[in-house]
């Protein structure tokens, strides 16, 4: 089992419930040196380093190894996975978090914007 940080997609319950047919334990958290951008023509985020950079998210708890699998997955191969350091609560913990490992032109400038995610493209993921 294992720490899980996300910062896009995955911050809805019901989208990682589709994907691994389970809910888990979470909290609001922050991971430090990354920054979220939009990915051009596309509906989810990507990370990548930055520094003075901060990524708001929520920390996953206990994700078992099938659910990881069926995440990974899902996440594809435009990223990698690391363990990285991640506060919540003002404690620190090792997650699991899939940074961006794709082409860099193909990032936005601006930050991906969730509410417009929610409101267009939620539905897509729940069916």
Request: aromatic share 12%.
């Amino acid at each position: 089992m294992a720490n899980l940080f996300v910062y896009g997609t995955l911050l809805f319950p019901e989208v990682i419930q589709n994907i691994t047919g389970r809910l888990f334990k979470s909290s609001s958290a922050k991971l430090a040196g990354y920054k979220r951008l939009g990915i051009l023509g596309c509906d989810y985020p990507a990370i990548i380093e930055k520094e003075n950079a901060l990524t708001q998210g929520e920390l996953l708890f206990a994700v078992d190894e099938e659910s990881m699998r069926k995440i990974e997955a899902f996440e594809g191969d435009e990223y990698v996975k690391r363990k990285l350091t991640v506060i919540s609560d003002k404690k620190e913990f090792e997650a699991i978090v899939f940074i961006w490992a794709s082409d860099a032109k193909m990032l936005t400038e601006c930050d991906w914007n969730i509410a417009e995610f929610n409101r267009k493209y939620l539905g897509n993921y729940l069916k």
